[in-house]
C-alpha cells in the first residue's frame, strides 16, 4: 500500500505533532493508519484521516495546540478501541445483536468486521504453508484495535490466551515488538515506508528493545517472527477475503467455551463482554 507521506502527517496534526511523539506511537499511528485507509477502500466509509469535527470531507487538519484544547471536549480518548468511536464526522452505528452463546466467528462477521488486514494476513500465512498455529495468530494479531488501541501486542495475547495453544497467544503478544527488527533470513525486512515516514536514525523505545533482545534467543521466537512476515504487507486493497477458510482451523485450534466467549467466567470474559456490548452505559 501506498501511503502518501504529508497526508499521514498531517493526519497526526502536523509536523510539530509528530516530533512530540515517541517513536513507538509514530509506529503504531501508521500502522492504525494503513489499516484505516484499507478499510476505506474496501468498504467504501469515510476516510480514516483525522480531520477537525463538522468539515465532512475537507482536509483542513488542526494545528497541536487545537488537538490540545480539543481532550476535554470529546467524549472519547483518541486510543479508544475502534468500537468506541466513530471515524471523525460520522457517528457511532447501531450494532447487531449477539447470540447467547457467541463464538469467535460470530465476533468476526458481527464486531470485527471489516477484518481485511488480519484476513489477508491470515490468507497469506494460509497459502505460503505456515503451521494452523502461526495462522490463527495472523486470524486474531490485531482484533483486540476494536477494544484497545495502545500496546495492541500485549493485549490481544490477553484477550485469546485461555482458549488458544501457547504457540499462539505468543506470537500474538511479541509480533508487536519484532516488526521494528529487519530478519532478512526469516523473510521480513524492515519496511521502506518507515525511513521514509520517520526518518533513518528511528530507535525504538527502551522496552521494546529490552524485549527484543529477550526474543532474540527465545525457542519460540519465529512464532511472532512468522507474524510480522505476513502483517505489514497484509494490505492490499484489491484482495478479496473472508473467514470462511479459517474456520476449520479455528475449530480445531480456538477452545470455544460452551457457554459463549463473554459468558465463561474466564479471565479475560470481561473483555469479550465488553467487545460483545460497547454501548453498555456502566
Not at 93 to 113: A, G, H, I, Q, S
Not at 187 to 203: A, K, L, S
Not at 204 to 233: C, F, G, Q, S
Not at 240 to 259: A, L, M, Y
Request: with cysteine.
Amino acid at each position: 500500500m501506498e501511503i502518501d507521506r504529508r497526508a499521514f502527517i498531517s493526519s497526526l496534526g502536523g509536523a510539530t505533532a509528530v516530533g512530540l511523539m515517541t517513536h513507538e506511537d509514530r509506529a503504531d499511528a501508521l500502522e492504525h493508519y494503513m489499516m484505516d485507509k484499507l478499510d476505506e477502500q474496501l468498504d467504501g466509509e469515510a476516510g480514516a484521516v483525522l480531520q477537525q469535527p463538522g468539515q465532512g470531507g475537507g482536509t483542513k487538519y488542526p494545528t497541536v495546540a487545537e488537538i490540545e484544547a480539543q481532550i476535554e471536549t470529546r467524549g472519547v480518548r483518541r486510543g479508544a478501541g475502534s468500537l468506541f468511536a466513530a471515524r471523525p464526522g460520522t457517528n457511532v452505528k447501531r450494532l447487531p445483536p449477539m447470540p447467547d452463546k457467541p463464538t469467535l466467528v460470530d465476533f468476526f462477521k458481527l464486531r470485527f468486521e471489516p477484518a481485511n488486514h488480519v484476513l489477508q494476513s491470515a490468507n497469506r500465512a494460509l497459502k505460503t504453508g505456515m503451521s494452523e498455529h502461526i495462522i490463527l495468530a495472523c486470524l486474531l494479531h490485531d482484533v483486540v484495535l476494536n477494544l484497545m488501541k495502545p500496546d495492541h501486542g500485549w493485549w490481544g495475547a490477553q484477550l485469546v490466551e485461555p482458549y488458544v495453544p501457547e504457540e499462539t497467544s505468543f506470537a500474538i503478544r511479541y509480533h508487536q515488538t519484532l516488526r521494528f527488527y529487519a530478519d532478512p533470513q526469516a523473510g521480513y525486512e524492515y519496511p521502506e515506508m518507515y525511513y521514509r515516514t520517520f526518518g533513518i536514525d528511528y530507535v525504538p523505545p527502551p522496552h521494546i528493545e529490552a524485549t527484543y533482545k529477550m526474543l532474540k534467543n527465545h525457542k519460540n521466537y519465529m512464532a511472532p517472527r512468522l507474524v510480522t512476515v505476513n502483517d505489514l504487507y497484509a494490505f492490499d486493497a484489491n484482495a478479496k477475503v473472508s473467514i470462511d477458510p479459517f474456520i476449520d482451523i479455528i475449530g480445531r485450534h480456538f477452545k470455544q467455551p460452551k457457554e459463549g466467549l463473554g459468558n465463561d467466567n474466564s479471565p479475560v470474559a470481561h473483555m469479550w463482554r465488553t467487545i460483545a456490548r460497547p454501548d453498555s452505559p456502566l
